[in-house]
């Protein structure tokens, strides 16, 4: 009797690196999109830097000077940036048919989802370090060391992991660019000037107050601001705690799109 032997399948990691090599060739190839990214941050840094230098005496600011206080603030706004445009890729796939392929093959769906969130994370990590060199070369100077230095990366992925499967999941459920470059532009520009971004809540109305105290981004922010300082906030835990929460929430949220997609197909 002859046996049929069942065709191997390729392990969960093997599947997942596959799709992480897939997506890091395009970016690359294309490598002008995450370079690009870079300008605005580098605008940020040296324009507001130099136009605020003032406020850094005022006490809310420590003694620090305002150009210590904004580079946190624009590490994580630009990972919120980077993050809320993550869905692009997918959509991209969508409407040249490479998903349907992705989901007719023996590849795990979260494979799929970790393979392209893996490569928006190393894109982060260097989007990241280039805007601490950047904030040093303007003044910028970070007292926690290198603990410090990677306490705030680490937050900084903690927040592009949120923001990254997001718009995963408004990618796949919209497939639509428009929307989700309208959703994305509805949702980061507050989230950026509602929280310590730029400016100590000390000298915020009372009701910014109120809303930057439950905003994710002024955790990542305070956290960040913290460990570059050496200093972390008294609050620290539970942000970095209601971080990782949604990190988790989106990510299965960004699982449940992707099988809502294939069902719908």
Known sequence: MTTILAPARAGW???????????LIAAVR????????LIQPVIWIVLFGQVFQSLGALPQFGGAGYIDYLVPGILMMTVLYSGAWAGTGFIDDIDSGVMDQYLTSPVARSAIVTGQLAQQLVINLAQSLVVLGIGWLAGARYPGGAGGLLIALGVATVLATIFCCASTAVALMSRSQIALISLSQLVVLPATFLSTTMMPAELMPQWVQDVSRWNPMTWAVELGR???AGTLPA???WQLGGLAVLAALSFGWAMRSIGAYQRSI
């Open 13 to 23: 990691f093997s599947q997942t690196s596959q799709v992480l090599r897939r997506w």
């Open 30 to 37: 294309q490598v002008w999109g995450p370079a690009m990214s």
């Open 226 to 228: 913290g460990g570059l």
């Open 235 to 237: 609050d620290g835990w």
